[in-house]
């Protein structure tokens, strides 16, 4: 199977500032790794993802970089606002998409 | 409005008493999966199913089974549920197309006394 670190469990910034969230990941055959947010009581929404034939994707404040060779993903967050608050996770899919590795998951919270 | 909906939200049970989590979704997915929550733990796949009569287990499978008669349902079934079993429990979808994008529901929230 896979298997998916993240790190860290919680981040706590301050309102503006940028944050930071790095999976990595074991199997190479892995190719697509999306970034899952969950909202409290909501299920998890999927943000943004990424394909492993690019090395970078940005959508307005949120990118995702990717790093074949090292075998890690990182969700980056500019100009924090409250409601960016939420628990993360990131996945790498495999199978065809059928089974589904996510990582431990990173509580955000931004203070205002 | 596209939904995945699970039922109960929430329930309270007793060791062995057999129970059902229901999930239905109105997007005409092929794919619907199960994962449980836990605190450190992420979301871990218990089964999915790729269409109509076709599952498969995922990572932790053990005391679940699940059934797939109709194309927007995929009821979670625990037999004879633990205490380890407690845990928030999600329903996702998606379709066959490149994206693999999941679609979930808003989570079911169990314990097992």
């Known amino acids: 199977g896979e298997n998916v670190e993240q790190h860290p469990s919680t981040l706590s910034v301050q309102e503006g500032d940028s944050a930071v969230i790095k999976c990595t990941y074991s199997?190479?055959?892995?190719?697509?790794f999306p970034w899952y947010k969950q909202e409290l009581g909501k299920g998890p929404q999927l943000i943004i993802d990424?394909?492993?034939?690019?090395g970078e994707k940005k959508d307005q404040r949120i990118a995702v970089t990717l790093n074949k060779t090292a075998k890690h993903f990182s969700l980056h967050i500019t100009e924090t606002q409250p409601e960016d608050s939420a628990v993360y996770f990131c996945?790498?899919?495999?199978?065809?998409?059928?089974?589904?590795?996510f990582g431990s998951g990173t509580k955000l919270n931004v203070k205002p | 409005e596209a939904q995945v909906t699970q039922n109960p939200r929430y329930l309270i049970t007793v060791t062995g008493k057999k129970l059902t989590v229901t999930c239905s979704q109105n997007?005409?997915?092929?794919?619907m999966s199960w994962y449980r929550q836990d605190p450190g733990l992420g979301l871990r796949q218990i089964y999915y199913?790729?269409?109509?009569?076709?599952?498969d287990k995922g990572d932790v499978p053990e005391g679940y089974k699940v059934s797939r008669k109709e194309k927007r349902n995929f009821p979670l079934i625990l037999e004879s549920p633990s205490p380890n079993q407690t845990s928030l429990y999600f329903c996702?979808?998606?379709?066959?197309?490149?994206?693999?994008?999941?679609?979930f529901g808003e989570g079911s929230r169990l314990t097992v006394l």
């Open positions: 990424i394909r492993s034939n690019v």
């Open positions: 996945a790498a899919p495999r199978y065809n998409f059928n089974k589904f590795y």
């Open positions: 199913s790729m269409n109509v009569e076709v599952t």
């Open positions: 997007m005409n997915h092929e794919y």
């Open positions: 199997d190479s055959a892995s190719n697509y």
């Open positions: 996702a979808s998606r379709t066959t197309g490149p994206t693999g994008e999941l679609f």
